[in-house]
């Protein structure tokens, strides 16, 4: 151990970029990166179970609407998404005059915004599919007993959608991750805009994004490893048989 | 070579005594390379004449010295190439001194340091860019400029440093009174936010060249790494320039609002 501590002493001791300083610039930019991405994936997960029964409804006039958002933001980049709602709110004429401007005059809250609108129009495309894939015969059973169609829902489709749709959900996790790699665009301190200015500064871009790439790296390993335990958990079920 | 050399020699002894100048024969000319546009430095007017601080300060230059300028213009790509092939005799072209280039060519003393400057909205509340006067405001920078690099370390404590990747975008957000003050390439601030009818702004405080580890040694003639001589006669010339008082007023006619 105090061999350990002695080689990395010496192993910072011998480069001019990775300082206290410029390490905590990596740590604040984790921390953002990591509540930016957490935020807008729960809020998404919790705005897209509603959008996903309304968009496997039977009417129309709830289906087409939702429909429209998902292809709108499934259809362009989330980049543009981003600059839109940063650059495009002041736009508005007095927004600064407004309660609303204290949230979106800070970085913060316009990524949220895209971010949180992006992941949810992924996330209700997600459980439509799955829950259309729900076997009938689970409908069947359901009515059979006598189900209400709200009882239904509750108790067998969401249920067995949830689990069906658990890996493609683990998927979208990881592209969120990714995807908040553009948040510097809109002057955000996350983990690559961290990486952006230590590169700038030292003119060291190997080192900068070699390191970045690894925190990255670690973030999608520990996605993984959730995911993995919940599919275990949640889908002993459908595992074959031991022999 | 020798030639030369010796004019030098009497030269250098010409300034040491009274006068300065010194006297080439008629028919010497210096060809200087450029790279056009990069305003105020070097661009063409309406005529398509070049003109600029460096062409300015060049022709000045060649003036004092006796001897005939001419001007070769040239991508960035190939200048210093264009330079050891005798397409011209130096470069004049917004050059930065570094060590990178002292491998290839022989600098002149640094002739400007190009000025960074503060810019803020004509109604803003900042009266001073101290580290008081700043306290809790937003500065923004151009991601990765030595203005990033000397708002960070000057400020970083007491304000908010907001990066962008161009000016434009800073811009944007300083009109949505997202950030209170912008620090900038003089020249870059003064394209994009003084001269831009739609916007108010003025600039704050003086411009800024200093600390050099910042701002960097400036930019400098190129010349051949032989033509040392040369090279001495126009760092005479410049120092000449300096004192009598053409320089700052080729600086104030670009470098001053």
Redesign the interface.
Known sequence: MQALSEWFTELLADNTIFTAQTLGYYGSGLVTTVQLVFLSLIIGLVLAVPLAIGRSSQRRWIRTPIFLYTYVFRGTPLLIQLYLIY?GV?FFDGI?ETWLWVLL?E?FVPALIAFTLNTAAYTTEIFRGAIKATPRGEIEAARAYGMSRRLMMRRIILPSAFRRALPAYGNEVIFMLHASAIAS?V?IMDLT?AA??I???YYAPFDAFLFVAAIYLCLTFAILYLFRYLEKRLLAHLKPLEQ | MNRLLTLTMMGAAFAMTASASVQAQDDETVRFGVDVPYEPMEYRDADGNLTGFDIELGNALCEEIGIECEWVVQGWDGIIPGLQSRKYDAIMSSMTINDDRREQVLFSDPYITPPSAWFIPTDSEIDDVSEEGLDGFTIGVQRGTLQDNYATDMYGDVADINRYDTAEDLVLDMESQRADIAFLDFPVGKATLIDNEEYDYQVIGNMITEPKEYFGDGFGIAFRKRDEALAERFNEALETLRDNGTYDEIYDKYFSM
């Open positions: 650059y002041v600064q005059e970085p665009v002057t805009g952006r200015f590169y700038a500064r």
